[in-house]
T-cell receptor, first 110, second 115 residues
Framework: GEDVEQSLFLSVREGDSSVINCTYTDSSSTYLYWYKQEPGAGLQLLTYIFSNMDMKQDQRLTVLLNKKDKHLSLRIADTQTGDSAIYFCADPAGTYKYIFGTGTRLKVLA | ETGVTQSPTHLIKTRGQQVTLRCSSQSGHNTVSWYQQALGQGPQFIFQYYREEENGRGNFPPRFSGLQFPNYSSELNVNALELDDSALYLC??????????????FGSGTQLSVL
């Protein structure tokens, strides 16, 4: 069945770049999404990429998509302590039933 | 523009009881989806409501049921609560219908603890 996988933890120093990776199995989706979840909160839509694009840049965020390898990544430039959160990759898997990864917990060290 | 709101924020129930969670969709959105997020996991799709009808369902038993009202708000009902139902329940609204091109906007969730 459909699956989305992410590494569980990432720790970076403030000011460095963070790269969060995701692999997915269903390649029929038109869009792929990144969500951010802060402690005790719901999910905030961070950014998304159209499936026929390789890259999308949005201020400090860069999304890279490799459709051949079914690999999605989120790069955060100049990472700040406020970026500490859990980041989820989401694949609609060609339907409305979004499949979420288990999330990557990003810790930013001052 | 009003975002997605959920109530209550926290709830404690005992095993076997029933619970109702509520969600108001974002202004201009007519579709509501419910997700369950267990501790340390990603959200799992429960079901979606569009035009007051259940539009699709994930791998959840029938004791999970829902409603959507004419104003597009929604309820999630869980009967015969089990300990494993303890989780954060997230409501998400989207603009129109069941299309996978529609972005989901989430509320802050209801944290349910079953003792």
């Amino acid at each position: 069945g459909e699956d989305v996988e992410q590494s569980l933890f990432l720790s970076v120093r403030e000011g460095d770049s963070s790269v969060i990776n995701c692999t997915y199995t269903d390649s029929s989706s038109t869009y792929l999404y990144w969500y951010k979840q802060e402690p005790g909160a719901g999910l905030q839509l961070l950014t998304y990429i159209f499936s026929n694009m390789d890259m999308k840049q949005d201020q400090r965020l860069t999304v890279l998509l490799n459709k051949k390898d079914k690999h999605l990544s989120l790069r955060i430039a100049d990472t700040q302590t406020g970026d500490s959160a859990i980041y989820f990759c989401a694949d609609p898997a060609g339907t409305y039933k979004y499949i979420f990864g288990t999330g990557t917990r990003l810790k930013v060290l001052a | 523009e009003t975002g997605v709101t959920q109530s209550p924020t926290h709830l404690i129930k005992t095993r076997g009881q029933q619970v109702t969670l509520r969600c108001s969709s974002q202004s201009g959105h007519n579709t509501v989806s419910w997700y369950q997020q267990a501790l340390g996991q990603g959200p799992q799709f429960i079901f979606q409501y569009y035009r007051e009808e259940e539009n699709g369902r994930g791998n959840f038993p029938p004791r999970f049921s829902g409603l959507q009202f004419p104003n597009y708000s929604s309820e999630l009902n869980v009967n015969a609560l089990e300990l494993d139902d303890s989780a954060l329940y997230l409501c998400a609204s989207s603009r129109s219908g069941a299309g996978q091109n529609e972005k989901l906007f989430f509320g802050s969730g209801t944290q349910l603890s079953v003792l």
